[in-house]
């Protein structure tokens, strides 16, 4: 689907961007613009009207200027003021508005992330401030808790987080290797949505749970030869399996390489981003990339825009 502002003057023809940076600094030059966005976001779409939760009805709104500068407008008729931040990650932040609209178009623009340390270059702030920023973001609206469970044909694979072994190891020595490793679930839709999941363990009931909780007993589930799955195929999950223990990876339509390019995507991005993720922090940044893909064809708009979007239903 083409982007909506594809005809814009300020980007070249030839651009596959949604939005530009040149449009980013033009639509939000600074906290002004921020602010106006969430006001008539959340409160007056003319900018002017709102409804008064103390007068019970639609009021004009004035925003006055203060000594403490105070991010709200004010009821003309009752004095009661609305905060256009309130609830939201931007609410009590000393950070400037400016620099959170930036520090979310810099992440929903870069396709394998961005760490906490580029931030801090980019931004000008410290590094705690940038590392608080993203977590703030990643955590509150790159989450996909309380999503529709996956439909149709989803692929569903399991694969190993952390380093490469130092040397040469026997056949159970690596096996005792992979298993000591953190393990994620990566379930997707063909040609739809993707779920990741950092678990327990790649054996029995952790594994199992979480298939239970994001996909569908409906769906038509493809899998390799892996013996965790076979307690969801008793239980009524319908699909197939891809025998790659006999070599087997692609029979006709029966595959997992929708999900496997995914995670190969996933692991070098990650590796020249960030270097290493603690399994603390493991899964708010699974969310952050799940979060991209899955924005990528929903709609006309850019993936800031809507995230933006989100940040100010909170």
Same mark, same amino acid.
């Given at each position: 689907? +083409?982007?909506?502002?594809?005809?814009?003057?300020?980007?070249?023809?030839?651009?596959?961007?949604?939005?530009?940076?040149?449009?980013?600094?033009?639509?939000? +030059?600074?906290?002004?613009? $921020?602010?106006? !966005?969430?006001?008539?976001?959340?409160?007056?779409?003319? *900018?002017?009207?709102?409804? $008064?939760?103390?007068?019970?009805?639609?009021?004009?709104?004035?925003?006055?200027?203060?000594?403490?500068?105070?991010?709200?407008?004010?009821?003309?008729? $009752?004095?009661?003021?609305? &905060?256009?931040?309130?609830?939201?990650? /931007?609410?009590?932040?000393?950070?400037?508005?400016?620099?959170?609209?930036?520090?979310? !178009?810099?992440?929903?623009?870069?396709?394998?992330?961005?760490?906490?340390?580029?931030?801090?270059?980019?931004?000008?702030?410290?590094?705690?401030?940038?590392? #608080?920023?993203?977590?703030?973001?990643?955590?509150?609206?790159?989450?996909?808790?309380?999503?529709?469970?996956?439909?149709?044909? =989803?692929? @569903?694979?399991?694969?190993?987080?952390?380093?490469?072994?130092?040397?040469?190891?026997?056949?159970?020595?690596?096996?005792?290797?992979?298993?000591?490793?953190?393990?994620?679930?990566?379930? =997707?839709?063909?040609?739809?949505?993707?779920?990741?999941?950092?678990?327990?363990? #790649?054996?029995?009931?952790?594994?199992?749970?979480? @298939?239970?909780?994001? =996909?569908? +007993?409906?769906? /038509?589930?493809?899998?390799?030869?892996?013996?965790?799955?076979? +307690?969801?195929?008793?239980?009524?999950?319908?699909?197939?399996?891809?025998?790659?223990?006999?070599?087997?990876?692609?029979?006709?339509? @029966? &595959?997992?390489?929708?999900?496997?390019? /995914?995670? *190969?995507?996933?692991?070098? *991005?990650?590796?020249?981003?960030?270097?290493? @993720?603690?399994?603390?922090?493991?899964?708010?940044?699974?969310?952050?990339?799940?979060? #991209? !893909?899955?924005?990528?064809?929903?709609?006309?708009?850019?993936? /800031? &825009?809507?995230?933006?979007?989100?940040?100010?239903?909170?």
């Amino acid at each position: 689907m +083409p982007p909506a502002n594809r005809n814009n003057p300020r980007r070249a023809k030839s651009s596959t961007s949604d939005y530009s940076v040149s449009e980013f600094l033009a639509d939000f +030059p600074d906290d002004a613009a $921020c602010l106006d !966005y969430l006001w008539r976001t959340r409160h007056s779409e003319d *900018g002017e009207h709102a409804e $008064c939760p103390k007068c019970e009805q639609a009021r004009v709104f004035k925003r006055y200027e203060t000594k403490q500068q105070r991010q709200s407008w004010t009821c003309t008729a $009752c004095g009661h003021h609305l &905060h256009p931040t309130a609830g939201t990650i /931007f609410h009590r932040s000393s950070t400037s508005l400016r620099l959170w609209f930036h520090a979310m !178009y810099l992440m929903t623009s870069t396709r394998c992330g961005i760490s906490a340390k580029q931030l801090e270059r980019e931004l000008g702030v410290h590094y705690k401030t940038a590392w #608080r920023m993203f977590n703030k973001i990643r955590n509150e609206l790159m989450n996909d808790e309380g999503d529709e469970q996956l439909t149709g044909k =989803v692929e @569903v694979d399991e694969t190993s987080w952390g380093g490469k072994p130092r040397r040469k190891m026997t056949r159970s020595e690596a096996q005792q290797f992979r298993e000591a490793k953190t393990t994620v679930l990566g379930m =997707v839709e063909r040609e739809g949505r993707v779920r990741l999941r950092v678990i327990e363990s #790649r054996r029995g009931e952790p594994l199992s749970s979480a @298939v239970r909780t994001h =996909v569908d +007993p409906a769906a /038509f589930m493809l899998t390799d030869d892996w013996v965790a799955y076979k +307690p969801l195929r008793r239980e009524g999950y319908a699909g197939a399996i891809i025998n790659h223990s006999a070599g087997s990876y692609v029979w006709g339509d @029966v &595959h997992t390489n929708t999900i496997e390019g /995914f995670f *190969g995507n996933l692991k070098t *991005g990650m590796r020249g981003a960030y270097k290493h @993720v603690s399994d603390r922090w493991l899964q708010s940044y699974l969310d952050e990339y799940a979060w #991209r !893909y899955n924005q990528r064809f929903r709609d006309h708009r850019s993936m /800031f &825009h809507r995230l933006l979007e989100e940040s100010a239903q909170q």
